[in-house]
């Protein structure tokens, strides 16, 4: 069945560091992707989408790539920062019904 | 920030109570979703909606109802609360239509004793 996983629950980094999170995907249809940052108490907020139509896309401070061959996508954080401390969740967007998969959540650690 | 407002926020309760968990939102949303995640691990669909008049259950089987008289709220019922109904409840909304972003309420934190 249709699944949407990360491979690490917990990812520690140093402060000033580039972080990247994994997630892997299994619908070969799937084609719209978003991370969402979800800080403790809060729902989860949007970060970066990106469409299948695209490898790459950049924002501010934050790198997503889409590989469909291996249907696989990665968030990077450049300069990581103690603000970027929370548990972030690749989600796909299943077509038709809007919605969302959402993986396990990989929980960033940054450390001063 | 997004305008989806959940409450309450935090709600302890005993076995057997009924209570309702409420979501509004002020955007216009035709679509909204129930959650059930449990502290640190994925979100699980529970319930949704295309509009007003409009349920659907999820993808996690719950024995929550929802309604949705009016497009801007959501409110979502457990008739007899247990133990087992713990965890956090969280509500969402986006624009009708494909591939659009869903929006999140802080979410309510329940715990039933």
């Known amino acids: 069945g249709e699944s949407v996983g990360l491979h690490l629950p917990t990812l520690s980094v140093q402060e000033g560091d580039n972080s990247i999170i994994n997630c892997a995907y299994s619908?070969?249809?799937?084609?719209?992707f978003i991370w969402y940052k979800q800080e403790s108490g809060k729902g989860p907020q949007f970060i970066i989408d990106i469409r299948s139509n695209m490898d790459k896309r950049q924002g501010q401070r934050v790198t997503v790539l889409l590989n469909k061959t291996v249907k696989h996508l990665s968030l990077q954080i450049a300069a990581t920062q103690p603000g970027d401390s929370a548990v972030y969740f690749c989600?796909?967007?299943?077509?038709?019904?809007?919605?969302?998969?959402f993986g396990a959540g990989t929980r960033l650690a940054v450390h001063p | 920030e997004a305008d989806i407002y959940q409450t309450p926020r935090y709600l302890v309760i005993g076995t057997g109570k009924k209570i309702t968990l409420e979501c509004s939102q002020t955007m216009g949303h035709d679509k909204m979703y129930w959650y059930q995640q449990d502290p640190g691990m994925e979100l699980h669909l529970i319930h949704y909606s295309y509009g007003v008049n409009s349920t659907e259950k999820g993808d996690l089987s719950s024995e929550s109802t929802v309604s949705r008289i009016r497009t801007e709220h959501f409110p979502l019922t457990l008739e007899s609360a247990r133990p087992s109904h713990t965890s956090q409840y969280l509500c969402a909304s986006s624009e009708i239509g494909t591939n659009n972003e869903q929006f999140f309420g802080p979410g309510t934190r329940l715990t039933v004793l």
């Open positions: 619908n070969s249809a799937s084609d719209y």
């Open positions: 989600a796909d967007l299943t077509g038709g019904y809007n919605k969302l998969i």
